[in-house]
Nanobody
Framework: QVQLVESGGGLVQAGGSLRLSCAASGRTFGNYAMGWFRQTPGKEREFVAAISWSGASTLYADSVKGRFTISRDNAKNTVYLQMNSLKPEDTAVYYC????????????????????WGQGTQVTVSS
């Protein structure tokens, strides 16, 4: 069992930055690929970014590429999402996700591979 707790959401002006954190419980954090998804009311949860168990491989949605950076610290059981140049369309509830697997390369990270979800943190970007 892995529990995920997100933090770092909030209100920011367009062009600003936020850093989300996701703290994981358990001793097997290093066995999981980690990712971030986001969701707005009435829409499906969409992929944002993912990182392999080692941190060597990352994957981003086209909409955030070049603006967001995912990273992890396995010693701290934490994954991060640095969000820069934020836009109003980035407004959503952001969810941390864990998928068990020692993949060296992340080529896809969909909701169907996720084993655990966090409770979500709201990010609001004002124009």
């Amino acid at each position: 069992q892995v529990q995920l707790v997100e933090s770092g959401g909030g209100l920011v002006q367009a062009g600003g930055s936020l850093r989300l954190s996701c703290a994981a419980s358990g001793r097997t954090f290093g066995n999981y690929a980690m990712g971030w998804f986001r969701q707005t009311p009435g829409k499906e949860r969409e992929f944002v970014a993912a990182i392999s168990w080692s941190g060597a491989s990352t994957l981003y949605a086209d909409s955030v590429k070049g603006r967001f950076t995912i990273s992890r610290d396995n010693a701290k059981n934490t994954v991060y999402l640095q969000m820069n140049s934020l836009k109003p369309e980035d407004t959503a509830v952001y969810y941390c996700a864990a998928a068990k697997g020692l993949w060296d390369t992340i080529v896809v990270f969909s909701t169907t591979v996720v084993d655990y979800w966090g409770q979500g943190t709201q990010v609001t970007v004002s124009s």
